[in-house]
């Protein structure tokens, strides 16, 4: 009865999930320019279950969606103004599906009322990704105009100078499409230790990698300063939240991503942490001011009930 899509890129359209109508898949064509990676085999997703479910709606949810309640203060770059207004280029962030899953998920398990959450939610995959979230919305992401920004990602660089991209084309004579691909698929954890697959990072560590060592080490680091960031813009904070790969299954990237963060009132409680449960389960230590949540994520999930809410 329906297929639920996710769709890259919504740009400032869309801050929930649509029935795709010809004038939705047009305006998903349009923000192709933003999205060139996800935007066009998201079109082509939905040409084929059109075909091969001609009775069903067909519903897109995007991933920059949640991310629509971001105030300009913090969507905005400081390019000229122009750039803005004819190109639309400004922070659209990425990953709304699992930040919103995983933040109303803590809402309802730490039995707060709906909208009033407080937290950072912090999705650790092979692209990773934070949001502050203050009163459930979605006040600050860590990707930007594209999933590139921010976190150490498992082939992405995450944040770093611009001014490296200038001397790449300068001095080592690399094209704009040379540059794209070595910061999205050859930087991150796979630049630094050789490999985007946590694992096999931790494995190494286990065995004085010193390489490995370095790639967790940046890679919480980075992390830890984004806790810090969004602490400043949330204010009193109820939770944080790990998700996704390495969020969810890593004991070793929680507890270096939270140590030395308990004069901010985060406390981690190693036993805890260690411990595996399929469902959400807590991993602060009692005196902890702020609850360390890990909630599995589940973008397929949320997908399927916003198209199942969306058509009845
Ligand atoms: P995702 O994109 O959410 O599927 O996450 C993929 C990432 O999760 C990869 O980097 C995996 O290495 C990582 N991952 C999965 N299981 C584990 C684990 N047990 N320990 C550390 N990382 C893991």
């Known amino acids: 009865i329906a297929v639920g899509h996710r769709v890259g890129h919504g740009g400032d359209r869309f801050s929930e999930a649509t029935i795709i109508t010809d004038e939705v898949k047009q305006v998903i064509e349009k923000f192709v320019p933003l999205a060139p990676l996800h935007n066009p085999p998201n079109l082509e997703g939905i040409a084929v279950a059109e075909e ?39 922070a659209y962030g990425m990953h709304g599906t699992s930040h919103q899953y995983v933040s109303k998920q803590a809402e309802r398990y730490l039995g707060l009322n709906k909208d009033s959450l407080n937290a950072i939610t912090i999705h650790l995959g092979n692209g990773c990704s934070m949001a502050a979230i203050k009163n459930g919305k979605s006040i600050d992401t860590s990707m930007g105009l594209s999933p590139l920004p921010g976190l150490i990602m498992g082939t992405r660089s995450g944040d770093i100078d611009p001014a490296i991209i200038f001397y790449l084309a300068n001095n ?19 630049g630094i230790a050789g490999n985007n697959d946590m694992r096999s ?6 065995q004085q990698d010193a390489q490995a060592r370095l790639a967790i080490d940046m890679y919480c680091y980075r992390i830890k300063k984004f806790i810090g960031a969004y602490l400043a813009v949330i204010g009193k904070a109820d939770a944080l939240i790990f998700t996704a790969g390495v969020g969810e299954n890593s004991p070793l990237v929680r507890q270096e991503a939270c140590k030395g963060l308990e004069h901010l009132g985060i ?7 260690q411990q595996k449960k399929s469902s959400i389960q807590e991993i602060q230590d ?16 949320s997908i399927a009930e916003q198209a199942y809410a969306l058509i009845s």
Request: hydrophobic share 40%; glycine share 2%.
């Open 267 to 273: 406390q981690l409680n190693a036993a805890k942490n």
């Open 286 to 301: 009692t005196g902890s001011q702020l609850k360390i949540l890990v909630v599995p994520t589940n973008e397929e999930l």
């Open 52 to 90: 091969v479910f001609p009775n069903a709606k067909q519903v897109a949810v995007f991933d920059t969606a949640f991310h629509q309640s971001m105030p300009a203060e913090a969507y905005r770059y400081a390019i000229p103004d122009r750039l803005y207004q004819d190109n639309k280029l400004r």
């Open 201 to 206: 990072i931790v494995s190494r560590v286990e």
């Open 172 to 190: 080592l004579d690399m094209s704009v499409k040379e540059i794209d691909q070595l910061l999205n698929k050859e930087s991150g954890l796979k």
